[in-house]
């Protein structure tokens, strides 16, 4: 698979300091940093390179973009949208048989459903969103995101 | 149902009842609208009716009074027993009166000032009503008469266009300036003659919050006449459901230094009052439609994709029509958002979302604009040119008057003290002369397309696009063969002629 085109991860918690002392840290919140990832691709090599580095504490994903290069961070969740409306237990199945948990239904689109993995800190989310869209009855799979928005 | 105008076209009509209110407090008031109630002018007309009408045909076993609505005007109209005739010069008395006679018609009166129109009634008291749209449109066939229609006591509407504050040249530029272009403007009051919107067609603005309690916005905001619904004059998707503080739409950020966008929550306000100021100081293009207040983001902060996405969809369960201002990643759960409230809009119709191309500079155009179920929208000056930051693509729908010119736009502003563009305390710091950007333009065109859809609400959303296009002013140059440019798109918005074209549409 592509890597995701940031070429920079998303960490949560767990950052060893003496990365976090490094100017490459951009900081998102207190407990959120964003740094480049080695050799500038996030790849699920240097991801588990990066588990590997930062220890079990940390939750690290890459950084996603759009088709213009825009950033997108990852927040641990991702959405799914089925081609038909599934009821309450075909999606409590569906997660459950892929090591997923039910976060919450769309309001508006019943047909699509937020979760997250059961173990965080072991899925690459990438890979596991592109899984997900192979599914014969899912219409798109994507993660969720916090973004920069720009007031023209 | 229809009467026959002087060119020989159909004068669509639609019968509301044939019982008409006596007086208010009547129970057969709510058979109308609260909107014909309030009528004045219906009212006295009933009035009339009643004392001098309706009660004697009523004890002599007449046909009811029928209360039609003409579907182009929605103004109300009803008739008694007589109508109007006017024949051609060239028919003498005799065959007038043949005519009538086969009509069963009689003369009740001349009129004093043509000689050639009479007003006549039927010799049965018992033709009435209803029964006369065919007799007229039947004399209105005949070569022999100019126009013949039924004798109808009318609502008429006083049509005040306002004045526009010379400050607001984007609505009407009298070129007053030194640098500015006479006439480079949307044509908001000849549109005003036509529509200045109706309540209820719905604008909802996408941004950091709007100032709903501000005092040129507050009778523009929707409020919601479920009381027990919270959710009851927008909301904050920033925050998730649960949180009480989601209800309240209102500007919540602000850092020093307080008149810069970077920290504060100031842009969403003069975003709505493009579109709905309602004429204290400033006017909105569409100051008779509402205003949905949702807010999108907090300041500069970080926001997430869903949520942005649900406001959209919660957005077209509400309102007529989007205004984004604001740009941002593509993400798959905003592309289908914007598909979604093709269907969710407007019982299927579809909501409009008008979004600003970006002012990058001439970069392509940003995201959400570019996506095909967006109408992109950049900015023109009050100099007729492309604002220098608009951005440029395919993608570009129209453009609409905003900064980069001689002058800025003038517009509300939030009115907590010191707060805002504009810091002044007191009404000086209600408005401000400084937005703009492709900003200003989005809600411009925004509440164009509120217009359009309060003249014809069964446009669907691909229609209120191709409306707006076509009715677009070529201004600049570099338009291909299909009227389009990258720079332009299809030309600077008209509102007068957008709502010409939507009452006749489908063209």
Request: aromatic share 6%; hydrophobic share 40%; net charge neutral.
């Amino acid at each position: 698979m592509k890597p995701p085109g940031a070429g920079r991860f998303v960490i949560k918690s767990g950052l060893r300091e003496s990365v976090e002392d490094t100017s490459e840290v951009e900081r998102l919140s207190d407990d959120v940093v964003v740094i480049p990832a080695p050799g500038g691709r996030a790849t699920k090599e240097t991801w588990q390179q990066m588990v590997n580095e930062h220890g079990e504490a940390a939750w690290i994903q890459p950084v996603i973009t759009d088709d213009l290069g825009h950033e997108r961070f990852p927040t641990g969740e991702l959405t799914v949208r089925f081609d038909k409306r599934p009821s309450d237990e075909e999606v409590q199945a569906f997660a459950r048989d892929r090591g997923l948990r039910v976060e919450r239904r769309n309001t508006y689109q019943p047909e699509q459903v937020v979760l997250v993995p059961e173990r965080p800190r072991d899925v690459y989310l990438p890979e596991l969103c592109e899984e997900l869209e192979r599914e014969p009855e899912v219409a798109r799979a994507w993660l969720n995101t916090l973004s920069r928005y720009t007031r023209e | 149902m229809h009467y026959t105008d002087l060119h020989g076209d159909r004068v669509p009509l639609q019968l509301v009842s044939e019982e008409p209110v006596r007086s208010l407090g009547d129970r057969s008031a709510a058979r109308l609208s609260v909107e014909e109630q309030l009528s004045p002018v219906l009212r006295a007309a009933y009035a009339h009716f009643e004392a001098t009408v309706a009660e004697p045909s009523r004890r002599a076993g007449i046909p009811p009074l029928p209360l039609f609505r003409e579907d182009q005007t929605g103004l109300l109209k009803t008739v008694y027993r007589e109508l109007v005739v006017r024949f051609a010069a060239s028919v003498d008395d005799r065959k007038r009166r043949s005519i009538l006679a086969r009509h069963r018609l009689e003369i009740r009166r001349p009129n004093s000032y043509v000689a050639d129109q009479v007003v006549v009634a039927a010799r049965s008291r018992k033709v009435a009503g209803v029964d006369l749209l065919d007799i007229a449109n039947d004399l209105a066939a005949m070569g022999e008469v100019r126009i013949a229609t039924p004798n109808f006591v009318s609502e008429y509407r006083r049509q005040v266009v306002p004045t526009v504050p010379v400050a607001q040249w984007h609505l009407e530029n009298r070129g007053t300036l030194a640098g500015q272009k006479k006439g480079e403007d949307v044509e908001a009051r000849a549109a005003w003659a036509i529509t200045r919107g109706r309540l209820r067609v719905i604008v909802a603005v996408l941004d950091d919050g709007v100032d709903i309690e501000h005092p040129n916005l507050r009778g523009r905001i929707w409020k919601n006449a479920d009381k027990t619904d919270p959710d009851s004059s927008g909301r904050d998707f920033f925050l998730p459901d649960d949180q009480a503080d989601h209800f309240n739409p209102r500007p919540k950020r602000f850092r020093f230094p307080f008149d810069q966008m970077a920290g504060n929550d100031i842009h969403g306000t003069p975003c709505a009052g493009v579109v709905a100021a309602a004429g204290r100081d400033a006017w909105g293009i569409a100051h008779r439609c509402k205003i949905l207040a949702v807010k999108v983001f907090h300041a500069d902060d970080l926001a997430a994709d869903e949520r942005v996405a649900d406001a959209i969809r919660y957005s077209a369960t509400r309102a007529a029509v989007l205004s984004c201002s604001w740009s941002g990643p593509r993400s798959p759960d905003i592309e289908l958002a914007l598909e979604d409230i093709g269907a969710i809009g407007r019982g299927g119709l579809g909501s409009p979302l008008f979004a600003a191309t970006g002012n990058a500079n001439g970069s392509p155009v940003a995201y959400p604009a570019s996506d095909p179920n967006a109408i992109a929208v950049g900015a023109s000056t009050d100099q007729a040119k492309i604002a220098k930051y608009s951005n440029v693509g395919p993608q570009v729908s129209v453009v609409a008057p905003s900064s980069g010119g001689v002058q800025g736009i003038y517009t509300t502003d939030v009115s907590l003290p010191t707060r805002g563009f504009s810091i002044a305390d007191g009404p000086a710091g209600l408005h401000t002369a400084d937005f703009g950007g492709t900003s200003s333009a989005t809600p411009l065109a925004a509440g164009v397309g509120a217009l359009v859809l309060s003249v014809n609400p069964k446009l669907r959303r691909e229609e209120v696009k191709e409306i707006l296009q076509r009715t677009a002013d070529k201004i600049g140059s570099g338009y291909d063969a299909n009227g389009h440019s990258t720079t332009f798109g299809y030309g600077r918005v008209n509102a007068q002629a957008a709502v010409e074209l939507a009452k006749k549409w489908p063209a």
